[in-house]
């Protein structure tokens, strides 16, 4: 796991980008949980973490996809296929991100 910033730095369901060994990740805290997920639409391959977290979760900024921050799961068009889901744990007050290497 790689530690990407202090769990203080993050704004509750603002997206924070941050990169783990050159994978863009997108880390959003949602209350006392965090996740992260790619830092890319699968439908037009831009940043997540330029756009918003809503109740449905986060949604890209260029065509208003939205992808469940539990699962990556598409949950409205265009987009059709998820986005990778990595393990978070908070520990000490960081944040550490563990993405699997190919």
């Known amino acids: 796991m790689i530690k990407v ?3 203080a730095e993050l ?7 941050a ?26 391959a831009v940043s997540l ?3 918003e977290v809503t109740k449905q979760g986060i949604e890209c900024w260029l065509h208003g996809s939205r992808f469940d921050l ?3 799961e598409p949950s409205s068009p265009p987009a059709s296929e998820p986005v ?3 393990a978070v744990e908070v ?5 550490y991100v563990a993405v699997p290497q190919d």
């Open 19 to 44: 990169d783990v060994d050159g994978n863009p990740v997108v880390v959003v805290r949602d209350g006392e949980r965090v996740h992260a997920l790619q830092d890319q639409c699968s439908h037009a």
């Open 5 to 7: 910033c202090a769990f």
């Open 84 to 86: 990778d889901v990595y």
């Open 70 to 72: 539990t699962t990556g």
């Open 91 to 95: 520990r000490d007050g960081d944040v």
């Open 49 to 51: 973490s330029e756009g």
């Open 11 to 17: 704004d509750d369901r603002k997206p924070f980008a």
